[in-house]
């Protein structure tokens, strides 16, 4: 393809917006003109922003707002960046456009998935284009759709390599620093957390010759997807007091840290290929086991292992810490073979063929008895939101309700249910929530 | 060889009722052991969960009988598994006994995250049994690269249940009889979302009224407790031809059904794999917690309101055999193979 290809990246959360920047290292010899759509949302921090925007043009409307801008149709694709439930309202709003030829679509998972894999498939399946982080997702793909009517869904493989670095400072020049990359529900229980906590304060105490910084996943002001009690400060505070000198918390951004330390451990963070990319040596926090609900199963193959409790000091650790395993880096999609200009390939050939296809084979049905979430009926799709309300998940409430009412545009009960959940007040809501209820089974 | 089969619930102890069975038809010894509280009122047929020794797992570790064992299935809660290894091998370090090999593994298909949380819980014994060459796929993926050993991973195929349907209840294909009955495998744990059990029954109950030539039979795939958990007013006004069907004997009328219908229950794969037309509901959306995944490439997930009458449920197609084959349904030698894995065990360890 010779023409510019003009892409849509719409995210909402700081951890999409950071997948759309990674997604766009695309080849220097094909032009993309790239527009971010950042979804306001209360929270997102400004340098999250200001790096979207250095990508092309940033855009930072409602999904609504999207939906009836005058350029939409001008995309050659776009990437929704959004969670299960918004992914599939995106794709059936798009679908109700007027468009002759509608722009493709794709999305992709956020970093390493750790869990729920098959459901976030499930809302993502019949998507134009599915990107991967690489064999390991693949396979998990094909297990699922082997021999059934999604089998020829397309997937490009993206990778894990997240960061274009120029320059990558040597060891020997890097500061005597570890960065603990923290994760806001890995582990999740206080005590977890407080040994966790423990563990670092203890290394630090027998490593005084290093300093170990803490980078909390959000500041106490951000929000996450993720529903936490706790922000690491305050584990800290509650579980030693007064901290060791050298054991700290540094807000700084992560490239930054990374850039500049020797080491960085985690338990289970996609930061752990960051780290590599910026020449930082990356161990992973094996103290809690192999264990699902930290996600630690799957960084349990990668060769850096370590439990840092039974580490003599950080000297040692330096010492004798190896590279990754490369079997497994390159299983997991941190390889040459996984990057995102195979999502520019794909796409071009997915324009290729698509032009050879009457508009009206764009848009195929859900072939009978493989039902996913992606086609819940009205109904569903109602009982959901109740589900949703039940647990005070709002925003899942809000995306559910809208996909109704692009089902039913004129059904009373859901455009109101929709109003009373869209209340920011929490009083009103409360009561619009209670006037408005009905059984929907 | 002498093995014991131990557990701790109803499912798994009939389980294990079935797979003692087959091993005893190879020539082995093999007993059952279990002392389940209740008995009655659970979906099986009350002698089959009367086990050989009527002991608990722990009432087991005590027991001279353990030190007879050449192999050990521990069909226990995967969270009571390391505790039960654990004291096995160090009342036989003590005794200064080699430990007869330990397997288990769910009784059930399971796959993505609830697999992966089920053989985590498990990689104390020495080998887990799990159905299909989907879980062998899916626990190697797990495992990718690990330096930690883990046990060696057999497919066993569909223990759990007969591999036939009761004598006079095997049908070849397109020969379902009339008058027509419609099974429901209502379980205890789904649908999850609120008011969706009720909702569930409304459907049935339209259902029933517009087809009075069928039977609609709700048959409970777990313990049924009085009131049901269920529904409230199960009993009142409702049409004659939708009937809450008698406790322990779901394998029965699951055999003599026309259409069997459920959430989730891991009893439809007895219906799919007997032949039976079979529909896995979608309504309540695709859930981790709701245990439906596993069926996604099954090809038998609908929407209810697909079917205005009863009648429509008799055109679906068939269950993708694919996935049935990779799901447990293409092993038919699991306790042979089992025997197998085990002598491999025993001869290693000599």
New interface residues.
């Given amino acids: 393809m010779s023409r510019p290809i003009h892409l849509l990246l719409i995210g909402d959360s700081d951890s999409q917006l950071l997948a759309c920047e990674a997604l766009c290292r695309f080849p220097q010899d094909q032009e993309i003109k790239i527009t971010i759509n950042a979804i306001p949302k209360e929270g997102t921090p400004d340098n999250i922003l200001t790096r979207a925007a250095a990508l092309g043009r940033l855009w930072q409307f409602k999904i609504g707002q999207v939906f009836s801008h005058p350029e939409l149709k001008n995309f050659d694709a776009i990437g929704v960046f959004l969670t299960g439930s918004k992914i599939a309202e995106f794709r059936n709003a798009l679908n109700l456009l007027p468009y002759q030829k509608r722009p493709l679509l794709f999305c992709g998972f956020n970093g390493v998935v750790l869990e729920k894999f098959n459901e976030g498939l499930s809302w993502r399946l019949g998507y134009d284009l599915l990107c991967l982080n690489g064999p390991r997702d693949q396979e998990a793909l094909d297990r699922l759709i082997r021999k059934t009517p999604y089998e020829n869904q397309p997937i490009a493989l993206t990778g894990l390599k997240r960061n274009d670095v120029a320059t990558i400072t040597p060891q020997a020049e890097r500061p005597k620093e570890m960065v603990f990359t923290e994760q806001v529900v890995m582990p999740k229980s206080n005590s977890d957390r407080a040994r966790m906590v423990r563990i670092l304060a203890q290394l630090a105490q027998r490593s005084p010759n290093w300093n170990i910084l803490i980078k909390p996943r959000i500041a106490p002001n951000e929000t996450t997807f993720h529903a936490f009690t706790d922000h690491i400060r305050y584990t800290i505070d509650q579980t030693l007091g007064h901290a060791p000198t050298n054991l700290r918390i540094d807000y700084s951004p992560l490239p930054e840290l990374l850039q500049r330390a020797r080491i960085m451990a985690t338990v289970s963070s996609t930061a752990f290929f960051d780290a590599l990319d910026f020449g930082c040596r990356p161990v992973v926090m094996a103290d809690f086991g192999i264990n699902q609900s930290n996600g630690s199963h799957v960084f349990a193959g990668c060769g850096v292992w370590c439990r840092l409790e039974d580490i003599e000091d950080l000297d040692q650790l330096d010492q004798n810490l190896e590279a990754p395993s490369q079997t497994w880096l390159d299983w997991m999609g941190y390889s040459e073979a996984c990057r995102p200009a195979n999502l520019i390939s794909t796409l071009e050939a997915c324009l290729e063929r698509r032009q050879d296809t009457p508009a009206s084979e764009h848009q195929k049905p859900i072939p009978a008895g493989y039902l996913i979430n992606s086609s819940l009926s009205f109904t569903q799709l109602r009982r959901n939101a109740e589900a949703a309300i039940d647990e005070r998940n709002y925003e899942e409430a809000k995306s559910l309700l809208r996909l109704a009412t692009l089902l039913r545009p004129t059904h009373r009960n859901v455009a109101r249910r929709l109003r009373a959940v869209q209340c920011n007040n929490r009083p009103l809501r409360k009561l619009l929530l209670t006037v408005t209820y009905r059984d929907v089974g | 060889m002498t093995i014991y089969l131990v557990s701790s619930n109803a499912n798994s102890a009939f389980a294990c009722h079935l797979l003692a069975g087959e091993i005893r038809r190879r020539g082995e010894d093999c007993f059952t052991v279990s002392r389940l509280e209740q008995q009655r009122l659970t979906p099986y047929p009350a002698e089959t969960l009367v086990a050989d020794v009527p002991l608990t797992a722990n009432e087991f570790l005590n027991s001279p009988l353990i030190h007879q064992a050449n192999a050990l299935g521990v069909f226990i809660n995967a969270a009571d598994l390391e505790k039960f290894t654990t004291i096995y091998r160090q009342i036989c370090r003590q005794l200064d006994k080699q430990p007869a090999p330990i397997f288990s593994g769910p009784t059930f298909p399971l ?3 609830a697999l ?2 089920d053989l ?1 819980s498990r ?1 104390c014994a020495d080998l887990l049994i799990v159905h299909g060459e ?1 879980q062998v ?2 626990a190697a ?8 050993p883990f046990p060696k991973v057999m497919t066993g195929g569909l223990w759990f249940m007969p591999e036939r349907p009761a004598i006079g209840q095997l049908s070849g294909v397109k020969t379902v009889k009339t008058p027509h009955t419609l099974v429901v495998l209502a379980q205890n744990s789904a649908p999850i ?4 059990k ?2 569930l029954y ?1 459907h049935l109950w339209t259902w029933a009224e517009r087809s009075p030539e069928w039977k609609i039979m709700i048959q409970m795939d777990h313990r049924r407790e009085e009131p049901s958990a269920w529904t409230k007013d199960e009993r009142e006004n409702k049409p004659e031809n939708l009937i809450f069907s008698s406790q322990e004997q779901l394998l029965e009328v699951i055999g003599r059904c026309s259409v069997c219908m459920t959430v989730s229950s891991p009893w439809i794969y007895s219906a799919m794999a007997w032949g039976r037309p079979s529909v896995i509901i ?7 917690d709701q245990g439906n ?1 596993a069926f ?8 209810l ?2 079917f205005k009458t009863l009648d429509d449920l008799l055109k ?2 068939r269950t ?1 055999s ?2 049935l084959n ?1 799901m447990g349904w293409g092993i038919h030698n699991g306790p042979q193979r089992l025997l197998d894995s085990l002598n491999h065990l025993q001869h290693a360890s000599s």
């Avoid at chain 2, 993926?141 to 930690?148: L, V």
């Fill in positions: 796959v993505g995250d992966v949380s985590m990689q989907r796929e899916e993926a797990m495992t990718f690269n690990w330096s930690n979302l609120k008011g969706a009720l909702d409304r979608g309504d309540y959306g695709i859930r981790s995944q996604i490439g099954s090809g038998s997930m609908h929407n309101d697909h679906i197609k993708n694919y996935w990779s």
